[in-house]
C-alpha cells in the first residue's frame, strides 16, 4: 500500500478517539468544543511548519480557499445542525455516507479508474457501520425529522466534495490546512456566541480531553487526510473510512465504556473485508494501471 495511503488511513485511525475522546470533555457545548479543538489544530500545524524543510511559494487560488473552509466548517456546521434536529442514530447513518461518496465521486477525477471491487469494499464497510451505529436495533426515518436528515446529507456531501475536490490541487501544499483551521475555529466561535451557552471543561481531565481532540481528532488527522487524499489512493481511502466507527468502537471498548458482543465481531469482519478488497489492486499488485497518485 503506497506511503501516502498509510498516512491518509493516519487520519482514520486517530477519528476513531473521536467519541472517547469528545464524551470525556464534559458538557462543553458542540461549537465552543469546535473552537477550542480547531484553535490547538491550528497550532499543531504552525509548530509542524518549524520542522518542515522550506518550500517554495505556491500561487493559492481563491477556490482553493473557498473549498478548504467549507469541507472543514461546513461539515462540522451541518452536522452539529443535524444532530440538533434529528436522532442521533439516523443522522449519523446518513451523515457517514461520505467515504461510499467519496468511493463513487472518485470515478469522475481526471486519472481515476473506478473498479466494481472499490464499490464492493465501500459497501461492506457501510454495512459493517449500520451494525455499529444502529446497535443492532432497526432505523426508523421519521418525517418530521426531514430537515435534520437533510442537514445530514449535506454534510456528508460537503465532506466527500472537499476531500475529492483537495486532490484536484496536489500543488497546493498541507501547510495550507493550518489556515482552513483557523477560519474554522472563528467561524466556530461565532456560532457558539450566537447559539450557545458558554460551559468550559469543569476539571483537569476534560481539559486534557479537549487537548487531545486538538492534538489528534481534529488536529493532525486534517493534515494527514489531505496528504492521503491529494497523493494516495482515494478509493481505498474511502472504503477503509468506515474502519473509523468500528475503531472507535473497540476503543470504547478496551477503555470500559462498551461491551464486546458478536455483533462487533460481525461488524469488524465486514468492514475489515471490505478494505481488503477495495484495496486488491494495492495489496496483490493487480490493475497498476486503475492506481494514479499524483505527484506533488
Known amino acids: ?4 495511503t498509510l498516512i491518509g488511513f493516519t487520519a482514520v485511525a486517530m477519528w476513531a478517539l473521536l467519541a472517547l475522546l469528545t464524551d470525556a470533555s464534559g458538557d462543553v457545548p458542540p461549537f465552543l468544543l469546535s473552537a477550542m479543538t ?58 457517514y455516507l461520505w467515504p461510499l461518496f467519496i468511493v463513487v465521486g472518485s470515478a469522475l477525477m481526471p486519472g481515476e479508474r473506478l473498479r466494481w471491487y472499490h464499490v464492493a469494499g465501500a459497501l461492506l464497510g457501510l454495512c459493517g457501520t449500520i451494525l455499529i451505529i444502529t446497535k443492532g436495533g ?25 476531500s475529492l475536490l483537495s486532490r484536484r490541487f496536489p ?30 471543561p469543569a476539571n483537569p481531565t476534560q481539559w486534557l480531553a479537549v487537548l487531545g481532540l486538538g492534538l489528534m481528532p481534529v488536529g493532525a488527522a486534517f493534515y494527514a487526510w489531505d496528504h492521503g487524499v491529494k497523493r494516495g489512493n482515494i478509493q481505498v481511502l474511502g472504503a477503509a473510512s468506515y474502519a473509523s466507527p468500528l475503531l472507535s468502537t473497540l476503543v470504547l471498548i478496551v477503555a470500559g465504556f462498551a461491551e464486546p458482543t458478536p455483533r462487533i465481531l460481525v461488524a469488524c469482519l465486514l468492514i475489515t473485508s471490505g478494505a481488503v478488497l477495495a484495496a486488491k489492486s494495492l495489496l496483490f499488485g493487480e490493475d497498476k494501471k486503475a492506481i494514479t497518485e499524483p505527484q506533488p
Open 1 to 4: 500500500m503506497g506511503r501516502a
Open 38 to 95: 480547531f484553535t490547538i489544530g491550528t497550532l499543531v500545524g504552525v509548530v509542524a511548519r518549524f520542522f518542515s524543510p522550506p518550500t517554495e511559494k505556491v500561487s493559492i487560488p481563491p477556490v482553493v480557499w473557498l473549498i478548504g473552509i467549507g469541507g472543514l466548517f461546513g461539515y462540522h456546521f451541518f452536522y452539529f445542525t443535524a444532530l440538533r434536529n434529528a436522532p442521533a442514530v439516523e443522522a449519523s447513518l446518513i451523515a
Open 138 to 162: 432497526g432505523l426508523s426515518f421519521d418525517p418530521q425529522y426531514s430537515f435534520g436528515y437533510a442537514m445530514a446529507f449535506v454534510c456528508a456531501f460537503l465532506w466527500s466534495g472537499y
Open 171 to 200: 500543488s497546493v501544499p498541507t501547510s495550507i490546512v493550518t489556515w482552513f483551521c483557523a477560519a474554522t475555529a472563528i467561524l466556530s466561535l461565532i456560532c457558539h456566541f450566537a447559539l450557545e451557552q458558554t460551559v468550559l
